[in-house]
């Protein structure tokens, strides 16, 4: 089965002494003075793209989002994206390994900051965050006596601050604990790694330590709808992903996402999307 084209943080293209995957760069130094425009691909790193100045269309997982000044566009590994930039565009585009920040010690720091791929600011914010990306990116190309300890406190402070900003203008914390963001992002993180081969959710449940109500109890707090319909959310997106990034058949599709009766995965489908898989690729491409 033909995968989806996987980009990866190449070390040619990297500065070296860099003990993990990053890279950073003026969005002026990518485009040389000519638009941008990518196919539909994932990525197997983390990838910061933060605008002072833009314009152009971003769509991640089928959403499509304008691209405008003061926007920051944040994506997990695994994501697909299609990306047409202009050329006039103007910030930085940050991008990092699993291993490089430490999300054991800054989970919290770095899900707030990532609870979605998009975030418009206020230009007062924009300024300060695009101040922060013009230090980590003199640290990365000048690599003075512990630099690389300076770019990861400074990761810190950029998501911190990312996160204040969407915790004050977004959701606030009577919403959403940090335990249940903790429980919802594992569980994400289970479906993602998980789902070919269970796709119950007292499954995610257990794994969670969690009942399936409590489990459900989070995903309808936070997210609005259940566990199950979150899961069903999930295989319909890779789905969608396979369809109209690979020339893959149905069926294999089909067997990658762990069904052995393709005319069951036919069926929920179309319950779900009103298309046959066929038809929603036709549509589509």
């Known amino acids: 089965m ?5 980009r990866s943080i190449k070390a040619a293209e990297a500065k070296p002494n860099i003990s993990e ?20 691909h994932r990525h197997d790193f983390y990838f910061v793209l933060a605008l002072k100045k833009g314009s ?8 499509s989002h304008t691209i405008s000044d003061n926007s920051v566009f944040l994506m997990r590994p695994g994501q697909v994206h299609r990306l047409e930039l202009k050329s006039r565009s103007k910030g930085y ?3 990092f390994g699993k291993n490089f920040f430490n999300f054991n010690d800054n989970n919290h720091i770095f899900r707030k900051a990532a609870n979605k791929n998009f975030c418009q600011l206020e230009p007062a914010t924009s300024d300060k965050l695009q101040t922060i990306l013009a230090s980590i990116h003199d640290e990365y190309l000048n690599q003075h ?18 996160g204040r900003r969407r915790q004050h203008t977004e959701i606030s914390n009577n919403t959403r604990s940090d335990y249940a963001q903790e429980r919802l992002h594992d569980f994400f993180a289970l479906v993602e790694s998980d789902i070919a081969t269970h796709k ?15 489990l ?10 259940t566990a199950a319909e979150l899961i069903d959310d999930h295989i319909l997106l890779e789905s969608k992903r396979y369809l109209l990034a690979t020339s893959n058949q149905v069926n294999q599709i089909a067997y990658h996402l762990g069904y052995e009766d393709v005319s069951y995965f036919i069926r929920f489908f179309k319950k779900h999307t009103g298309f046959t898989p066929e038809m929603f690729r036709q549509n589509l491409r």
């Not at 033909?2 to 996987?6: D, F, L, Q």
């Not at 995957?21 to 539909?40: A, C, H, N, P, Y």
């Open 2 to 6: 033909k995968n989806i084209p996987v």
């Open 200 to 214: 119950q959710v007292s499954y995610y449940a257990d794994k969670l330590n969690l009942s399936s109500f409590q």
């Open 21 to 40: 995957s990053f890279k950073i760069r003026t969005v002026t130094d990518i485009l040389v003075g000519k638009d941008m425009v990518q196919d539909l």
């Open 216 to 225: 459900n109890s989070i995903t309808k707090t936070l997210m609005g709808k």
């Open 93 to 95: 585009l940050m991008e």
């Open 56 to 63: 152009g269309n971003h769509e991640i997982d089928f959403v």
């Open 145 to 162: 006596d512990g630099f690389e300890a300076v770019i990861k406190a400074s990761l810190s402070i950029f998501f911190i601050k990312l």
